[in-house]
């Protein structure tokens, strides 16, 4: 079993930037891949970015790529969200994700992850 706790969310102005946290229980961290994604009110859940359990390979959403780098901290049991360059539609209930299994080929899908977290809101104001 594998608890995921998301933190650092908040409410920045357009253009600024957050670094989400997961911190994950376990001492099998490290053998797990990792992905962030996001719900906005009345929209699906929607995959921002993963990470491979050795940091080595990352996948992004293309509406995200150039602005938001995801990376990991094995020895802390942490996976990081930096987002830069905000704007009103990255407001979302930001969660993290992880599965022991691969993801390449299958970063973005829901149903490759096992364990969620509970998430933390983004609001980016205009």
């Known amino acids: 079993q594998v608890q995921l706790v998301e933190s650092g969310g908040g409410l920045v102005q357009a253009g600024g930037s957050l670094r989400l946290s997961c911190a994950a229980s376990?001492?099998?961290?490290?053998?797990?891949?990792m992905g962030w994604f996001r719900q906005a009110p009345g929209k699906e859940r929607e995959f921002v970015a993963a990470i491979s359990w050795n940091g080595g390979s990352t996948y992004y959403a293309d509406s995200v790529k150039g602005r938001f780098t995801i990376s990991r901290d094995n020895a802390r049991n942490t996976v990081y969200l930096q987002m830069n360059s905000l704007k009103p539609e990255d407001t979302a209930v930001y969660y993290c994700?992880?599965?022991?299994?691969?993801?390449?080929?299958?970063?973005?899908?829901?149903?490759?992850?096992?364990?969620w977290g509970q998430g933390t809101q983004v609001t980016v104001s205009s």
């Open positions: 994700a992880a599965t022991g299994g691969v993801i390449a080929g299958s970063a973005s899908r829901q149903s490759t992850y096992d364990y």
């Open positions: 376990g001492r099998t961290f490290s053998s797990y891949a």
